[in-house]
């Protein structure tokens, strides 16, 4: 492993997947892949919820101190309708939320 001169730079994610349509530790893995060959450190936090709370999750994610988020989705969805204009549409406002969160 390379040694490098930088100072460390540390990184709060979030991991989100609704109705646990993938493992999130895959992602995570990935992740600590990346650290061990850059000067990132992740503070990783994995979040699953049902289809019926996303209207929650999606406004409590505001108050979470994060840097960015990672949302999963399942490939085989039939609408992945994530910018849809209308924010109550298939994930566009957990989507949004994030993208607020996160700047």
Known sequence: MEAFDEEI????VY?????RTYKLE???ALLRAVEEKSNFEFSVTQQYFPLPQMTEIST????????????VVHANESRLSINEEKAGIGYAKIYKALLSATG
């Open 15 to 19: 991991l989100f997947n609704c109705d």
């Open 26 to 28: 895959k992602v995570e």
């Open 60 to 71: 409590q994610v505001g108050a979470y101190q994060m840097d960015f988020a990672v949302f």
């Open 9 to 12: 730079t540390s990184f709060k």
